[in-house]
């Protein structure tokens, strides 16, 4: 699988590169949840050269990743806040607070909407922290609305919002 790197998270926000529209296309779609055949398979269809995965690597901006490797950060990542633990022994940093979000709304607009919320998930690349991505949840709860139930995103909603505290 195939994911951003830190450089190619601060691409998508400042396009300093100038890629071109094939290759920015893609680095969008990489998300480490894709296989490399499924991006292979998008990337016809978004007029990206055959070999934009070995282009963006070359750059910087993605990286191959084990599903191990993903599942270990994963398992690494800090849990949430639990019942007798006091607080300030479980606050998120603000990155943590991004990460968490991040992760779980592009792979909830990925498996929820797909690529009906291709514009959204531009829209949730170019935030820079928690702050930007909270003020898009109403979008992606609109979007989740139209792609499956006003229930679904409504639980939807209360859980990305409960996962905060």
């Known amino acids: ?82 019942a007798g633990i006091p607080a300030a022994a479980t606050e998120m940093t603000p990155a943590d607070r991004y990460n968490l979000l991040y992760t779980r709304i592009t792979d909830d607009i990925r498996t929820h909407v797909g690529l009906k919320g291709y514009f959204l998930q531009l829209k949730v690349e170019r935030c820079a922290d928690a702050d930007e991505l909270v003020a898009l949840l109403p979008d992606i709860a609109t979007a989740l609305t139209k792609a499956r139930d006003h229930t679904f995103a409504t639980r939807w909603l209360e859980g990305v919002r409960a996962s905060l505290v």
């Not at 991006?39 to 901006?61: I, N, T, V, W």
Request: without cysteine; glycine residues 8%; aromatic residues 2%.
């Open 1 to 82: 699988m195939w994911s951003k790197t830190e450089a190619g998270r601060q691409e998508i926000q400042q396009r300093t590169r100038k890629l071109s529209t094939g290759l920015r296309s893609i680095l969008l779609l990489v998300d480490g949840q894709r296989t490399e055949d499924e991006l292979r398979s998008l990337m016809s269809g978004l007029h990206a050269p055959e070999d934009a995965l070995g282009q963006l690597e070359a750059e910087g901006l993605i990286e191959r990743r084990s599903g191990a490797a993903l599942m270990m950060a994963a398992v690494a990542a800090p849990p949430p806040a639990a």
